[in-house]
């Protein structure tokens, strides 16, 4: 009988080798044209965090990156590769990055024209703006790229001379540390403005930032404010529990009350925090709160009120103390609600308003509280991020109004001694007895086949 090279067998495993190849060509075709990306990490540690890839998606154009780094740097390795593994992270959700390396010690006369002092510096060039970079981290670029999102320059201009919160001031109550830093950070110029000495407001003041004079402006001082609403002047301004200090007439001016009293909320007090601290949560839709889920506090927060009138529209940003009330006097020990003095909550603490006139949109914030951002509190929860989304509202660049990074995940682990007793007898004698065991029972049934 002639021997019958092609059996049945054989014609399988061929079939399945020939089927196995094929499968796996198609993959990998279908990988190099429609690529997936995960990110299994704990907390996405390879993934940019959200507020980052929402910046993104304000970029039209392209981002043109030069590093001036060198084949290798002698502390840091290969600066080069650093650099370009960081930047994938951005490619991802923007393809248009384009990032090119110069070699310092080759090209000196591109370096010195560019003004580089560090080896792995880097120029970050959008819409015809520029930035250097001498650090590398999420944090940093993203900041630097809106920075170079911004369609104009900006200023925000603070009331000086009266005791008021600085922008850059460094004491507790200022604003400087956290607030004003994170303004400088996405591009907001930052000045004092002396109502005093200056003619006028300036009209290149984006934004104009009152916060509580402890002395009483003069007449004339009112008067120059007053006219800045008049010509169509956005303007944050917080108020605190206190006198107005010659405020009042610009709180005629924007027909709003300001009644007398502090926001007391038991939301606060049950997570352990002053009785005068007031909670936001949740947040009525506008532009400034849009995808806004992080908890602010407003310590000592006075509610706001106002008259109707069809020439402004009002959006509340704030609203607090839904289970508490507007006390009269200042609560001593634990709160009670005095029906005789006391208002019943909830209580607007924040409120947006806006109107056209003189063929622009104006825009004003008012917040009941000061504190809020102040350098002892600012780090509370979200209240530099609502701040934030504040200022970029007033100053027309809403589109910069961005997600909030993700909060960190606790990535430790806490044993016992009992635990870690139990984990060290099952590694280092549970688990040696149970592969012997295997290899015995393996080697009990070959012996007896």
Known sequence: MPHKFFTAPLLRNILFVLLLLGAASGLGYLA?????????????????????????????????????????????????????DFISLYRRYKTDINLVFIDPEKEAEKTRAARIQLNGEMVVEYAGRSEHLTQINEQTFT?????????????????????????????NHDLGALFGAKLRQNGFRINSLNLALAQEVPGNASVLVIAQPQLDLMPGETDKLLRHLERGGNLLWL????????????????????????????????????????????YPPHAITRNFNLITAFPSARPLAWNENPDWQRSVLVEAA?????????????????????????????????RHINDREQRIVVVGNGAFLSNSFAG??????????????????????????????????????????????????GLPLLLAGVGFYIWWNRRRA
């Open 143 to 171: 900041a630097t790229l809106l920075r170079l999102a911004h369609s104009r320059d900006q200023t925000v201009m603070y009331l000086d001379g009266h005791g008021e919160r600085k922008l850059d001031g460094i004491a």
């Open 322 to 354: 839904a289970r508490g009330w507007v006390s009269r006097n200042t609560p001593n020990g634990k709160p009670r609600f005095d029906k005789q003095h006391d208002t019943p909550g909830p209580a607007i603490i924040a409120v947006a308003l806006q």
């Open 32 to 84: 190099t044209r429609h690529p997936i990306q995960r990110d299994i990490t704990h907390n996405a540690s390879n993934s940019l965090e959200p507020g980052s890839m929402a910046v993104l998606g304000q970029l039209a154009g392209p981002v043109n990156i030069t590093v001036y780094a060198t084949e290798h740097d002698a502390r840091l390795g290969d600066i080069r590769k650093i650099i370009r």
């Open 380 to 429: 509370n929860g979200g209240n530099v991020d609502l701040g934030i989304n504040m200022v970029n509202w007033l100053a027309g660049e809403e589109h910069l109004i961005t997600l909030q990074p993700r909060a960190a995940k606790d990535s430790s682990l806490t044993l016992g001694k009992t635990q870690l007793t139990a984990i060290g007898i099952s590694f280092l004698i």
């Open 239 to 282: 108020v605190d529990a206190e006198p107005l200090h010659g405020l009042e007439r610009l709180a005629e001016k924007l027909d709003l009350l300001l009644p007398p009293g502090a926001v007391v909320d038991p939301a606060a007090a049950e997570m352990n925090a002053p009785a005068t601290w007031s909670l936001g949560a949740v």
